[in-house]
């Protein structure tokens, strides 16, 4: 059975994709959770559950080749039959809708405490949501095409956040290079999961274009450029704020006010930060996109106006019970939620593929 | 059907749209809100008393002096002072425009790390501001009238904020900075200390007569604390307190700040003064380079390297030759530079090792470069390190 072609994505979006929309999502409070944690090691569990990111969307490119113009849905019911992979498609809806959560509140919660003088009204954040839920109803092209605008706010924006800050970074504040336990980092690694395992989306891409020559190094490339500006963040981060880092929350509108560019003015930096939380904006509409879409293929819908109004009307109830308690989420994420996001976002792409890969050559 | 779908969601917008707008955007209202520009925080038996100093935009279409006021609240704790200050006076405190925070003689030094603490952790305030402690109590600091501005914290982060290259009789310190060096392995910090001397710029005792008169606008100020005092005064900041593990260790005088600031950064533009057969010359100090490193030989050792290029610049004996040539100072005067500074910079390292300051970070250097030291000297004191000072003084030619 061959996919409809109607709203294909192309391979330079699908690689844009790694590098607008998932820098944006690393730099507010990741940097500071993960000091917290490290210390001037920040970079180390950043760049491990970047590299392990890296390998998941390596291995489904492998496994696109092995299975040309196949989506994932089509592969996982040619393999495992149709009741397991509508399973399988029920607990990774489940694993994006989770995903989704974090982020809008992160964004929310960044949004309340850094741009407005006293706390909005909660409603005044219900629009991205009806955003989201619009644009769960259109197919990967509309997303492509997201992607093209977003790439030059979210790199404009990462770089002139990084001019503005790196005057001020004492790059000494990240010695000594390797000296914690090595627990610790795990503990990061694992705490800072929730905003990593980005590969997975690669499930939702795969069989949606057309593989062109050098395709697999195009998207790896546009990811390692992405994993630069986010360690290239965070690490500027530290050294800017050293054992104080963490203590500020938002690191991407911390980072910039020390310097005597321009900022004396007037603070110009913000012009970057509002480019990036633009970019956010369907950075965390992605998640709840690929929820839909599964779930639509879990439930064999035709189209996907219901699993979207489930996954954003939860959304948006998740916003107005958790509006002002970001920190428990990300409390009870830690405890209970982390063994599910490793489970689904690294080990089950890792293990479909060496299983699939088997079970091919042994057909062959 | 289509048109049902088009009229939905031509609904659905307007109704996103409203939900959108409900907000005020957080637009100030200038009228309603206090733009707080400096902060004093006093320590009065168990409560604080915050002042501050809050910027009055002027509505004219000509350039006129700043204007302020200066208002003050107690509470438990600042934040709660602040917010007395809102009640009182019915205008919204707004904090993210406070560039300075000084003080008061009253905040002990449990209470100063305390609230430093809390200015890094809190969102409404900036970490770039300023800090400062006060001889007196910080109302009456800010209270004065001084010929620098119209409005007094100004005044003082002019002092506290010169070109950074050429402030080395003033060691300014931000909120950001002071909490990095005492959570560092080195756990020392320093702060200007700001002594206020009686007199204007017009009437300075020991100064030439300036041309500037004292334009303090004070017809147009808003009154000041009433119990603030009226005349002019000149901040001073060359002393700066130095605190370790978060107690006040010693306090610096203005030539051992000098030579502090000559090991803590890079300096484009400073004096030395130099005692010679010849009488007094003063040097200009064009460059410097600073190293500080530790070696583990029987005993650790601090080695401070000073790299000092200078020119002549002045003499007691005006008509003397080197004047002219002043890119080429004698060997006689850089030899007796070098032997003055060096001797400095040893009773400076004894002053900084008797408090068990460690604000060259000795510590720190070991920390990070020579980690699997830093054990054996976490806990030692100071007084345990060697020092070994390089100095070196060239001529700029």
């Known amino acids: 059975m061959s996919h409809t072609i109607k709203n294909d994505i192309k391979l330079r979006q699908v690689a844009l994709v790694f590098l607008a929309l998932m820098p944006v999502t690393k730099v507010l409070m990741l940097p500071s959770i993960v000091a917290d944690f490290v210390g001037e090691q920040i970079w180390l569990p950043i760049t491990l559950n970047l590299l392990f990111d890296a390998l998941v969307v390596f291995l489904i490119l492998k496994l696109g080749e092995r299975y040309p113009n196949l989506t994932f849905y089509e592969i996982a019911e040619k393999n495992l039959g149709k009741v397991a992979s509508k399973i399988l498609f029920f607990f990774i809806g489940a694993f994006f809708f989770l995903k989704s959560l974090v982020p809008i509140l992160e964004q929310k919660h960044f949004i309340d405490n850094t741009l407005y003088e006293v706390f909005p009204n909660f409603i005044s954040f219900f629009p991205l949501m009806f955003l989201s839920a619009y644009a769960c109803l259109k197919g990967l092209k509309v997303l492509g095409r997201c992607v093209d ?22 790059i000494t504040n990240l010695f000594p290079i390797f000296q914690k336990p090595h627990y610790n980092t795990v503990k990061a690694m694992f705490s800072s999961v929730i ?16 593989n062109e020559k050098n395709g697999t190094i195009k998207i790896m490339t546009c990811f390692l450029i992405g994993s630069v500006f986010v360690v290239a963040i965070a690490v500027i981060f530290y050294g800017i704020f050293g054992p104080i880092a963490n203590t500020q929350v938002f690191a991407v509108s911390d980072m910039t006010i020390y310097t005597t560019k321009i900022i004396n003015i007037g603070r110009f930096d913000y012009l970057a930060i509002f480019m990036l939380l633009f970019s956010k904006i369907f950075a965390v509409c992605l998640p709840a996109y690929t929820s839909t879409k599964f779930f639509e293929k879990c439930f064999s819908l035709d189209k996907a106006l219901i699993p979207a109004l489930i996954v954003n009307g939860l959304l948006l109830v998740a916003i107005f019970v958790f509006k002002d308690k970001f ?20 080990l089950m792409p890792i293990v479909f593929y060496l299983v699939l890969r088997r079970r091919k050559s042994e057909k062959v | 059907m289509k048109k049902f779908k088009t ?66 609240a107690e509470g438990d ?34 209470e100063l790390i305390a609230l430093i603490d809390h200015v890094i952790a809190s969102q409404k305030l900036q970490n770039s501001a300023q800090i400062a402690k006060c001889e007196n109590t910080a109302k009456e600091t800010l209270s004065h009238t001084t010929a620098l501005d119209a409005i007094s914290s100004f ?11 050429k402030v080395n009789t003033v060691s300014r310190s931000n909120v950001r900075e002071f909490a990095i060096m005492h959570y560092s392995p080195s756990n020392s910090a320093f702060m200007p200390l700001i002594k206020v001397e009686e007199g204007s710029l017009d009437g300075q005792e020991n100064s030439s007569s300036s041309q500037m008169t004292a334009s303090t606008g004070s017809s147009d100020t808003p009154s000041k604390s009433s119990e603030g005092e009226q005349k002019n005064v000149i901040y001073d900041a060359t002393t700066t307190l130095v605190f370790s593990n978060g107690k006040k260790a010693c306090e610096l005088e203005k030539e051992e700040t000098l030579l502090f600031n000559l090991l803590l950064k890079r300096v484009d533009e400073s004096y030395l003064s130099v005692e010679t057969p010849n009488g007094k010359v003063l040097l200009s100090i064009t460059k410097s380079k600073h190293k500080i490193t530790v070696d583990f030989l029987e005993k650790p050792t601090v080695n401070v390297k000073l790299d000092l290029s200078v020119t002549l610049i002045d003499s007691e004996k005006t008509r003397e030759k080197d004047v002219f040539e ?5 060997p006689e005067y850089l030899k007796l530079a070098t032997e003055k ?46 020092f070994n000072p390089i100095v070196s003084v060239k001529s700029l030619d």
């Open chain 1, 149 to 170: 605008i977003c790439v030059f706010f979210t790199v404009i924006g990462l770089l002139v956040i990084i001019y503005f800050s790196v005057s001020t970074c004492d």
């Open chain 1, 195 to 210: 905003w990593f395992t980005e590969g997975a989306y690669m499930l939702l891409f795969l069989g949606k274009f057309n």
């Open chain 1, 327 to 346: 920190l428990a989420v990300l409390d009870f994420s830690n405890k209970y939620l982390n063994w599910y996001f490793v489970l689904m976002g690294y």
């Open chain 2, 7 to 72: 009229r939905i969601m031509i609904i659905v917008a307007v109704i996103v749209a409203i939900l959108y707008f409900t907000g005020d955007f957080s637009l100030i209202d200038i009228q309603k809100t206090a733009i707080i520009v400096a902060l004093g925080i006093d320590k009065k038996d168990n409560s604080y008393e915050v002042t501050a100093q809050i910027a009055i935009p002027q509505a004219t279409d000509q350039s006129s002096q700043n204007n302020d006021a200066m208002v003050s």
């Open chain 2, 77 to 110: 704790t600042v934040f709660q002072a602040i917010d007395n200050i809102g009640i009182k006076t019915g205008w919204q405190p707004k904090l993210s425009f406070c560039d300075l925070i000084v003080f008061g003689s009253g905040v002990n030094d449990d």
């Open chain 2, 155 to 165: 005044a003082i982060q002019k002092i506290l904020l010169k070109n950074t290259l």
């Open chain 2, 326 to 330: 002043k890119e080429i100072v004698s």
């Open chain 2, 341 to 386: 500074v060096t001797d400095d910079l040893t009773k400076l390292y004894d002053k900084l090792s008797r408090a068990n300051a460690d604000v060259l970070s000795a510590k720190n250097y070991v920390y990070k470069f020579k980690h699997s030291k830093y054990n054996s000297v976490k806990d030692l004191a100071l007084s345990n390190f060697n």
